[in-house]
Every structure is written in C-alpha cells, then in structure tokens.
C-alpha cells in the first residue's frame, strides 16, 4: 500500500537516552518532513528535505537531527532526549516540484519523554 | 513574526452548515491549505487555494481572500464523522508551511 509510514508508534523514553524516530515513504517523493504536534501549538516543522543528501532546518531544530541517504527514508534522531521533547512527531512528505500538491502524513509517533 | 489565527474550538449540529475562519500574517504567500485532522490520527489534505475566490468541492468549500489576509471552510449538510480538527497553513514566500493551531470542531446530534 502505497504511503508513508513512521516507527515507532509510540514510545516512553528515559531522559538523556538517544531515540530515532523512522520514516519511510514509497511515493517517490523529494520532500520529506518532521513536524512535532503539541496542544494549543501548530504543526512546528523541525527539520526539512528537499531532496535525497540535503537538509535543511526548520523552525524547532534544536536537540534534533536528520539525514537523507536516500530518496525513502528521513529518520529523526534525539541525541538526548529531554522531557520538553514530549510531543506527537509527524512525518510528512509531497512533491517538491509543485508547492500546491498536498502532503501526506504518516501515522505520528507518541514520544514521552520521562 | 508570521502569526495563523483560528478560532480554537466550535460546536455545531448535525445537518448543520459551519463556517471555520483563518487569518494569516505571513512573510509572503504562496497559497492557503486546509486539512482535517482526526483525534489521534493523521493530518488529511481538504484543500488548497492560491487566488481569491471560492473553491468548492463536494460538501466542503474554500474561501481565500488575499488582500485580506483571510480564508474561511465552508461545511455543508455536516455528518458526526465530520468531528474533528481542521487546520489552516499558508505557504510563505520561502514556500515553508506555516500552520495554525487548528479549530476542534464538535458536531452534536
């Protein structure tokens, strides 16, 4: 089934612990994304791709990184992690050749920091 | 600073019709989206307008008017299932999106 989709679903993490949040998609996309959700907050984009061996920041980038080896995948690291960290992540992706195309979102990822 | 208003959450019946405003402050603009968003779920493309006018589609329709930095959703014949959150995003002049908080829409019987 053609999407995108994110690992794992939800995850209880010790503070100063390292976590990577997985993202695939198989759309052929060039942009991909990470969003974090928090209540009464915007989506808050966190890193960005536009295409496969680039990244670029985002608006919340800090105590995050990403990379892009390849045009499927964009995984989201913590290096260590605090309990600020507590949020829904969401992964997105769409064609960066065309700014009005939709994105499409994975799942999200229920991250609590403790 | 870019700034998304939407009013945080609005009630409404079943069969109803519903209008969900969004104004927007932004460096730039390269089209407005709409998205609705389940509890727990996935964001889901609704729409997307870049000039001024109304875009209808189905029972849902869109309103952008740039000069007033301004859009609204427009629900018609509203069903249960239609209970959720819906998100207003511009896109800026570096086409990042920028989004609103979301207005939780309740729908009563």
């Known amino acids: 089934i053609a999407g995108i989709t994110q690992a794992p679903t939800s995850q209880i993490l010790a503070a100063g612990r390292r976590m990577t949040l997985r993202c695939t998609q198989d759309m052929r996309h060039n942009a991909m994304y990470w969003y974090r959700q928090d209540l009464g907050l915007g989506l808050r984009l966190i890193h960005y791709?536009?295409?496969?061996?680039?990244?670029g920041k985002g608006e919340v980038p800090d105590g995050y990184s990403v990379s892009r080896a390849n045009t499927d995948d964009f995984p989201l690291t913590l290096a260590s992690a605090v309990p600020s960290q507590t949020s829904v992540y969401f992964c997105?992706?769409?064609?960066?050749?065309?700014?009005?195309?939709?994105?499409?979102f994975g799942q999200g990822t229920r991250l609590t920091v403790v | 600073g870019q700034n998304i208003d939407q009013p945080t959450e609005m009630t409404a019946t079943e069969g109803a019709i519903v209008q969900i405003n969004c104004t927007y402050q932004?460096?730039?603009?390269?089209?407005l989206f709409w998205y609705q968003q389940h509890a727990g779920e996935a964001p889901t493309f609704l729409s997307y307008?870049?000039l001024d006018g109304l875009e209808e589609k189905g029972r849902f329709s869109s309103f952008l008017s740039r000069s007033k930095g301004y859009s609204y959703l427009l629900l018609k014949e509203l069903q249960m299932k239609d209970s959720a959150s819906y998100l207003c995003?511009?896109?800026?002049?570096?086409?990042?999106?920028?989004w609103g908080a979301g207005t939780k829409l309740i729908i009563k019987p």
């Open positions: 791709s536009n295409t496969a061996g680039t990244t």
């Open positions: 307008n870049v």
């Open positions: 932004t460096s730039g603009f390269n089209g």
């Open positions: 997105a992706s769409s064609d960066s050749g065309d700014p009005s195309t939709e994105a499409f």
């Open positions: 995003a511009v896109l800026d002049s570096n086409y990042q999106l920028i």
